[in-house]
């Protein structure tokens, strides 16, 4: 190979070179683009804690609001409140015991009972739909009851009662939950009926 033929070839492997490193630079970029638009998107409200649901192991009871389809039965079907007894009363069947229970439990007891001479192979879901409230009280600026969001955590509690005041001692938090008192976290999930309490600090 000749002088002009070996700067030709020197040219031509160099603009190859250049071009597969612009072809890197912009997948990468892609790639970055791509990840930080799918973060946004995926993206949780700070306080509350992602992918957090309840309703699957969410122990029901009174004030608790329960939507309970029958399929292909719309007069059976409705949205139904938990009373102070516990229990919820639906159509044909009557007052069925919901406190003490989850959905999944409401689900079969619901479809037990309308087999026993009503329908021969109910289906039948049932959802949350409205949680009972939640209390917050001790060294926030607004304590009292809060209407309950799926995920809440103990600061975003606090936020909602309008912050911590002054005096306020965030690592000594209580959770009172079914008459049993814990110490929580800023993160640790809050359930439908829990007292948040927050304790002074006394320096």
Same mark, same amino acid.
């Given at each position: ?13 160099? /603009? ?37 649901? &309840? @309703?699957?192991? *969410?122990?029901?009871? +009174?004030?608790?609001? $329960?939507?309970?389809?029958?399929? #292909? ?30 959905? /999944? =439990?409401?689900?079969?007891?619901? @479809? =037990? ?8 192979? %109910? ?5 949350? &739909?409205? !949680?009972? +409230? ?8 607004? +304590?009292?009851? !809060? %209407? *309950?969001?799926?995920?809440?955590? $103990? $600061? ?7 912050? *911590?005041?002054?005096?306020? #001692?965030?690592?000594?938090?209580? &959770? &009172?939950?079914?008459?049993? @008192?814990?110490?929580?976290?800023? @993160?640790?999930?809050?359930? +439908?009926?829990?007292? $948040? /309490? ?6």
């Amino acid at each position: 190979m000749d002088r002009a033929n070996q700067v030709r070839a020197v040219k031509v492997m160099s /603009r190859v070179k250049q071009a597969v490193a612009s072809l890197f630079f912009f997948v990468g970029l892609a790639l970055t683009a791509s990840a930080a638009w799918a973060q946004g998107v995926s993206s949780t409200p700070p306080g509350i804690a992602p992918g957090v649901s &309840i @309703e699957a192991s *969410y122990i029901l009871g +009174p004030g608790d609001r $329960v939507r309970v389809i029958v399929f #292909n039965e719309t007069d059976l079907s409705g949205d139904f409140d938990v009373d102070g007894r516990g229990q919820i009363s639906v159509p044909l069947i009557g007052e069925i015991q919901a406190g003490g229970g989850t959905v /999944r =439990q409401v689900e079969r007891t619901i @479809e =037990q009972r309308l087999r026993e001479g009503f329908l021969r192979d %109910p289906k039948v879901s049932a959802q949350v &739909i409205g !949680y009972r +409230p939640f209390f917050i009280l001790g060294e926030v600026r607004t +304590p009292g009851s !809060y %209407p *309950y969001v799926n995920g809440m955590t $103990v $600061v975003s509690a606090v936020a909602i009662a309008g912050g *911590y005041t002054p005096r306020a #001692n965030k690592r000594e938090v209580v &959770i &009172i939950r079914a008459g049993k @008192e814990m110490k929580a976290t800023e @993160e640790m999930v809050v359930m +439908p009926g829990d007292t $948040v /309490r927050v304790n002074e600090r006394f320096f």
